[in-house]
């Protein structure tokens, strides 16, 4: 194969549009190009993320946050360098692309605010991959974060897809943002005759006695009030793994319950006073 002829054919001139010279090596580009660097930068983005991971302790949230802005830039130069193969004028095209966004801007708002919000949670990380979150009384594990969206995964195993934007503005509680550690109350009520000090003993002993129960943070027992059926105790406690929290006070309910039936302290029933009166007969 004579490879001059195949550039002379590539570089022949098609026809001539408003000044640009289309060639089969340009339509080739034009066809071929977008597709080749979006390829080209999820290999770059693969590749990245591999070696991000073989980092020492190599962190989830960094290595996203890398790993998802290294990915656009190469989108940026792969395209930037495809425009400058297709002999485009960048000059002209920033002039027709500012025309065109103002009449699209209306309609991209969404996607540009979702976008900028991407960033920042990639970021300045208040919430990262691995994290559980309650959002609006649901609770679940952040399993992905783009630049348009935010995937968490609810303890029912369904995934709940949010907006950037609603995660940034809404109110989303990060139960891992200080550490893994969580703390809770466990509150009883007891009889007026049950001793005081034997009751904080059956608590404590519960929480001391538990293998998830941190032993940094010591529990405590506080006396809460006087009601009309005994006296109220809660038991302060804190975990070291925040998915365990509710399985854990589960079974200081039930280690404690069965501590105090086994004393004897049946739980009061208030107390309610029925009266009547009846007025004077006038006969």
Same mark, same amino acid.
């Given at each position: 194969?004579?490879? @001059?002829?195949?550039?002379?054919?590539?570089?022949?001139?098609?026809?001539?549009?408003?000044? =640009?010279?289309?060639?089969?090596?340009?339509?080739?580009?034009?066809?071929v190009?977008? /597709?080749?660097?979006?390829? $080209?930068?999820?290999? /770059?983005?693969?590749?990245?993320?591999?070696?991000?991971?073989?980092?020492?302790?190599?962190?989830?949230?960094? @290595?996203?946050?890398?790993?998802?802005?290294? =990915? =656009?830039?190469?989108?940026l130069?792969?395209?930037?360098?495809?425009?400058? $193969?297709?002999?485009?004028?960048? @000059?002209?095209?920033?002039?027709?692309?500012?025309? $065109?966004? %103002?009449?699209?801007?209306?309609?991209?708002?969404? $996607?540009?605010?979702?976008?900028?919000?991407?960033?920042?949670?990639? /970021?300045t990380?208040p919430?990262?991959?691995?994290?559980?979150?309650?959002?609006?009384?649901?609770?679940?594990?952040?399993?992905?974060?783009?630049?348009?969206?935010?995937?968490?995964?609810?303890?029912d195993?369904?995934?709940?897809?949010?907006?950037?934007?609603? %995660?940034?503005?809404?109110?989303?509680?990060?139960?891992? /943002?200080?550490?893994?550690?969580?703390?809770?109350?466990? @509150?009883? !009520?007891?009889?007026?005759?049950?001793?005081?000090?034997?009751?904080?003993? %059956?608590?404590?002993?519960?929480a001391?006695?538990?293998?998830?129960?941190?032993?940094?943070?010591?529990?405590?027992?506080?006396?809460?009030?006087?009601?009309?059926?005994?006296?109220?105790?809660?038991?302060w406690? +804190? %975990?070291?793994?925040?998915?365990?929290?509710? !399985?854990?006070?589960?079974?200081?309910?039930?280690t404690?319950?069965?501590?105090?039936? +086994?004393?004897?302290?049946?739980?009061?029933?208030?107390?309610?006073?029925?009266?009547?009166?009846?007025?004077d007969?006038? +006969?």
């Amino acid at each position: 194969m004579d490879l @001059t002829a195949v550039r002379e054919w590539l570089s022949q001139e098609l026809f001539d549009a408003l000044g =640009y010279k289309l060639t089969p090596l340009r339509l080739i580009l034009i066809v071929v190009g977008p /597709f080749a660097v979006l390829a $080209l930068c999820r290999m /770059f983005k693969r590749l990245l993320r591999r070696l991000m991971n073989r980092a020492p302790d190599a962190d989830a949230g960094v @290595t996203n946050a890398v790993v998802t802005v290294g =990915y =656009y830039i190469s989108i940026l130069i792969g395209y930037s360098i495809l425009l400058g $193969l297709l002999g485009l004028n960048l @000059t002209s095209l920033a002039v027709f692309s500012g025309a $065109l966004g %103002v009449g699209v801007g209306l309609g991209l708002q969404d $996607l540009a605010k979702n976008f900028i919000g991407g960033l920042i949670l990639i /970021f300045t990380r208040p919430i990262k991959p691995g994290d559980r979150v309650e959002v609006e009384g649901r609770v679940g594990d952040v399993r992905r974060i783009s630049t348009y969206s935010t995937m968490i995964q609810l303890l029912d195993g369904s995934m709940l897809v949010l907006p950037n934007s609603m %995660v940034l503005n809404g109110d989303v509680v990060n139960w891992n /943002f200080q550490g893994a550690w969580k703390s809770f109350d466990v @509150t009883f !009520r007891v009889p007026f005759e049950a001793p005081d000090s034997e009751v904080e003993a %059956v608590m404590l002993a519960a929480a001391t006695h538990h293998p998830e129960v941190s032993p940094d943070l010591e529990p405590a027992v506080r006396m809460n009030a006087f009601t009309d059926s005994g006296i109220e105790f809660s038991l302060w406690v +804190t %975990v070291t793994d925040v998915r365990s929290w509710v !399985r854990v006070k589960s079974e200081l309910n039930n280690t404690i319950l069965s501590e105090f039936r +086994t004393r004897g302290w049946a739980f009061g029933i208030p107390l309610r006073r029925v009266t009547s009166s009846q007025a004077d007969d006038p +006969t």
